[in-house]
């Protein structure tokens, strides 16, 4: 496509990101033939742009302070579900929607809590986002010689999403949509498990006054039992493939590229 391939270190899990895990990282992409345009993005130096739009948003009635933990919020869906016998809602990753607990707290218990030193993360009043953003919101999808489609997002099913966690200043949807901006990124190509989220970016992108981009989510890379790779189980890393002696165009091969 003729463009600039640009290289983000999305670091803001400092548990996650260790500096042998992101050289590893760097070594494996050089490995497989990738050449990124500089500079690199470290997110890790970015926190005050993430805080900043935190605050525009909340100055204007569309994010609040949210002391409930996810456990606490699952915990709430099956407590509801035992009594009413109904299935609470669930977003499309499949999490209990919020119910909105902390939405309309009033300032003095909001100052009271954080004085007492209660964690909170930060939530997207959907509702009220999708007042002030009406739409429709549209996402650009692209493929490789088959032109663009668009599609009508749906932020809505995601009830209020969470935009900064309480353990980092950001939530990957509003640091990549901030970010993406800050680049000048065009075209995002990423994995098919963050289609869904599509709705929440382009959204976000409404309300901050950014620019829209056109997505490609690709297909995951599976193993030999249809499972999704993953370190948590286990799963047999690049840098394992190298070690064992696989070559680039074996790896490429295997994925189904040239």
Do not use: N
Not at 26 to 47: E, K, M, N, T
Not at 59 to 79: E, K, P, Q
Not at 199 to 219: E, K, M, R, W
């Amino acid at each position: 496509m003729d463009g600039r391939l640009l290289l983000r270190i999305e670091d803001l899990d400092p548990v996650r990101s260790r500096p042998d895990l992101v050289e590893a990282m760097i070594a494996d992409l050089a490995w497989l033939g990738l050449r990124f345009d500089p500079p690199v993005l470290r997110q890790s130096r970015r926190i005050d742009h993430y805080l900043g739009a935190i605050q525009w948003l909340a100055g204007r009635g569309l994010a609040y302070r949210c002391f409930c933990s996810r456990s606490s919020v699952s915990a709430d869906a099956l407590a509801s579900e035992r009594v009413t016998g109904l299935p609470w809602p669930k977003d499309p990753d499949g999490a209990s929607l919020y119910p909105g607990t902390c939405r309309e707290l009033a300032p003095s218990v909001i100052e009271d809590r954080i004085a007492a030193g209660l964690p909170h993360t930060w939530r997207l009043d959907m509702e009220a986002a999708c007042r002030a953003a009406p739409g429709p919101h549209r996402v650009e999808a692209f493929g490789w010689g088959e032109g663009t489609t668009l599609s009508v997002a749906d932020p809505a099913r995601w009830g209020d999403v969470v935009i900064g966690r309480r353990d980092v200043p950001a939530s990957y949807h509003l640091a990549v949509v901030i970010d993406d901006a800050a680049q000048g990124v065009t075209h995002v190509v990423r994995g098919m498990d963050l289609k869904a989220a599509t709705d929440i970016h382009v959204l976000l992108q409404a309300l901050l006054g950014l620019d829209s981009l056109c997505y490609h989510h690709h297909a995951l890379i599976r193993d030999d039992l249809g499972d999704k790779l993953a370190k948590s189980r286990g799963s047999q890393s690049l840098a394992d493939l190298r070690a064992a002696g696989w070559t680039t165009e074996m790896i490429r091969s295997r994925l189904g590229y040239p």
